[in-house]
């Protein structure tokens, strides 16, 4: 169970947080994502991580501005999101999936090849 936390109404250029805390799983066995998904767009990634912790893998719309990280001794996973946009409003929702220990850019961005969903946050960005 994947449960996501922090979004919130920020105003544009603020710093913003999310979590997504998971329970009944090894924690280290699953590479972490995070999706959005705007208004009648469809769900996109923005960034993920292995289990292990390492290589972080970035959307290109939010490279430099947000950064993914996870406490495996927490079951945590973390969004850093500085420098916010208009455009980045939207409902984030934390994604796992049995790590593979690599990346591959269709396959593990692609929200169909992610198996466990959390219940989204939303995060609305005012200008």
């Known amino acids: 169970q994947l449960q996501a936390s922090g979004g919130g109404l920020v105003q544009a250029g603020v710093s913003l947080g999310l979590s997504c805390a998971a329970s009944?799983?090894?924690?280290?066995?699953?590479?972490m994502g995070w999706f959005r998904q705007a208004p009648g767009k469809e769900r996109e990634f923005v960034a993920a991580i292995l289990g292990s912790g390492y290589r972080p893998l970035y959307a290109e719309s939010v490279k430099g501005r947000f950064t993914i990280s996870r406490d495996n001794a927490k079951n945590t996973v973390y969004l850093r999101m500085v420098s916010l946009k208009p455009g980045d409003t939207a409902v984030y929702y934390c994604?796992?999936?049995?790590?593979?220990?690599?990346?591959?850019?269709?396959?593990?961005?692609?929200?169909?090849?992610?198996?466990?969903w959390g219940q989204g946050t939303l995060v609305t960005v005012s200008s």
């Open positions: 994604a796992a999936r049995s790590t593979s220990g690599f990346w591959n850019w269709s396959v593990s961005t692609d929200p169909k090849n992610w198996r466990y």
């Open positions: 009944g799983v090894t924690f280290s066995s699953y590479d």
